[in-house]
């Protein structure tokens, strides 16, 4: 079945620092991908998605882009804030059209001042 | 505003009792799911409901249970069979339950159970 693996956490960065938080995938047939963002003690919020291969997602600075050939679909912001310290979540949906999604394990990000 | 509502935020328990935890949506959403979180770890679907009046089992269904009476309203009780119940329960919702659509998540409730 269709799987994706995160770069493990924590993730620790001084403010402006460029980010990245590798997201690959495996999956058969063309999956959508998700960021989502889950902020101390509350659900999850979606960041982006892109639903086809070399779509790109981007929202509040973060971009990420479907990658078929590579099968990743990484998160980046070129100027991290301490407001950003969070956990990030990717994910695809599962085989066939069914919505449902497969979540990575998370990646903690902690910006410092 | 349109959006998804859990409580209560935090719920405490003595092992052996059911309980229930409260999910309601005014998106209009027709599918909604619910959620396992423990620390380290993604997100493990629970139970799904694509329509009022069915549901279907996710991945780790042993030990809950839920009903889907209203459109607006999924709630997932707890039984006594479950062995960890200890978590933080995400509910969520989408327009329909197709990769169409990109779910919403409520809050959260956090359940200890001692």
């Known amino acids: 079945g269709n799987s994706v693996t995160q770069m493990e956490g924590p993730v620790t960065l001084s403010e402006e620092a460029f980010l990245t938080i590798n997201c690959t995938y495996t999956?058969?047939?063309?999956?959508?991908l998700f960021w989502y963002v889950q902020y101390p003690g509350e659900g999850l919020q979606l960041l982006l998605k892109?639903?086809?291969?070399?779509d790109k997602g981007s929202n509040k600075g973060f971009e990420a882009t479907y990658r078929k050939e590579t099968t990743s679909f990484h998160l980046e912001k070129g100027s991290v804030q301490v407001s950003d310290s969070a956990v990030y979540f990717c994910?695809?949906?599962?085989?066939?059209?069914?919505?449902?999604?497969?979540f990575g394990q998370g990646t903690t990000l902690q910006v410092k001042p | 505003d349109g959006g998804i509502t859990q409580s209560p935020k935090y719920l405490f328990r003595k092992e052996g009792q059911n309980v229930t935890l409260s999910c309601e949506q005014n998106?209009?959403?027709?599918?909604m799911y619910w959620y396992r979180q423990d620390p380290g770890q993604g997100l493990r679907l629970i139970y799904y409901?694509?329509?009022?009046?069915?549901?279907q089992k996710g991945d780790i269904a042993e030990g809950y249970s839920v009903s889907r009476e209203k459109k607006e309203s999924f709630p997932l009780t707890v039984t006594s069979a479950q062995k960890n119940p200890t978590a933080f329960y995400l509910c969520?919702?989408?327009?329909?339950?197709?990769?169409?659509?990109?779910?919403?998540f409520g809050p959260g409730t956090r359940l200890t159970v001692t």
């Open positions: 994910a695809l949906t599962g085989g066939g059209n069914t919505g449902k999604l497969i």
């Open positions: 969520a919702s989408s327009r329909q339950m197709t990769n169409s659509y990109e779910q919403y």
């Open positions: 998106l209009n959403h027709d599918a």
């Open positions: 999956a058969t047939g063309y999956p959508s």
């Open positions: 892109a639903t086809k291969a070399d």
């Open positions: 409901s694509q329509i009022v009046n069915d549901f």
